[in-house]
């Protein structure tokens, strides 16, 4: 995840692997800074929200206990119920510790 912001954008997209420099990286930079960004700290009931125009959805996971957690990868969900929360990952089978869902992302 990047802060929101034009220059922590730039510095990303011209680090490796995307390299961009010039018209590119200006254009991607206005592009983004068209996107109404939820904050990182805001209130984790307002999760979901609709899904912005123009990134492609990503199959992921979402904690149930806390809502705010979210991955595309599911050892990485069982890990955060058992460190987070200290509950069993097996304890899924019996009742629900996370759902599945759509995630989106810049990059």
């Not at 492609?56 to 979210?70: I, N, Y």
């Not at 929360?85 to 009742?95: D, G, M, T, Y």
């Amino acid at each position: 995840c990047l802060r929101p912001g034009r220059d922590v954008w730039v510095r990303h997209l011209r680090q490796a692997p995307h390299l961009l420099r010039g018209a590119p990286l200006k254009a991607l930079v206005e592009l983004f800074a068209s996107y109404v960004l939820r904050a990182a700290g805001a209130e984790p009931g307002r999760l979901p929200t609709e899904a912005i125009s123009g990134l492609r959805l990503l199959d992921g996971f979402q904690c149930l206990t806390c809502s705010a957690h979210l991955t595309r990868d599911c050892k990485v969900m069982q890990r955060h119920v058992s460190k987070a929360h200290q509950q069993k990952p097996v304890l899924h089978e019996k009742s629900p510790l996370w759902r599945e869902c759509k995630l989106q992302t810049f990059f």
